[in-house]
């Protein structure tokens, strides 16, 4: 039995892949929406804002609002104002992170930071790579949306943030601190937007080291769905504790 009222959905892999929807899960949502439940949504992307992200699911036939809707770049922004309130920001990444960054009051500079956000950057190239370099060797806080070492597309599994991170840590030898999953910064603002306990949340993904690890150590129940980067078998073979594995969303209606 599905006993959950407050329903946390991974996006890449678990909703959709790349521009193709996976019929399921938009099944699934529309069926908690006819029982009065609205789904969140949480995505390491912080490539898209979340009007985009919200136009992007209608595309899909899964009508939701920005309020639904948490990326790792509003993760970021949380972040580096609660415990950076007057860093200035070395940005890698799209106009929505920096727009995230910029909307709760963070001056963002081309060099002299305090600390570099890294999100992904389909733009990227060795000077972008070299700059954050330099600023984390000056000192500032190297900080990232989310370690994703690869995302799946509809061309196949593509190079995530994570795996551009990975270079500036090693260059730098400086650990990056990251603010998606499986951080549970997410979870923890939605929470608070709703009041919920842990007993009435349940996160549902399809990767072991993001959003399954979030919800595990947030505390809260986690199904894994086999459309995505982890397959049933690995994740058991690690002796993680999931709360339930199926297939496909379907099974969970």
Known sequence: MFSYNTVCFDLDGTVYKGVEPIPEAVAFIKHLKSQGIEPFYITNNASMTRTQLKEKLAGFGVETTESHIYTSGMAAAHFVKRDYPDASVYVIGTQALRDELSSVGLTLVDKGADAVVMGIDKDINYMK???????????????????????????????????????????????????????????????????????????????????????????????????????????????????RFVETAAELM
Do not use: W
Request: net charge negative; proline share 6%; with cysteine.
């Open 129 to 243: 790579l070299a700059q954050a370099c330099l600023e984390v060797r000056a000192g500032a806080t190297l900080i990232a949306t989310n370690p994703d070492h690869a995302f799946p597309s509809h061309q196949g599994f593509l190079p995530g943030n994570g795996a551009f991170v990975r270079l500036v840590e090693y260059s730098t030898e400086t650990p990056a601190i990251f603010c998606g999953k499986p951080s549970p910064i997410m979870l923890e603002l939605i929470q608070q937007q709703t009041g919920s306990t842990k007993e009435e949340m349940v996160l549902i993904g399809d990767n072991m080291k993001t959003d399954l690890q979030a919800g595990v150590d947030f505390g809260i129940a986690t199904i894994h769905v086999n459309s995505g980067v982890d397959r049933p078998e690995t994740i058991r073979a690690s002796g993680m504790n999931i709360t």
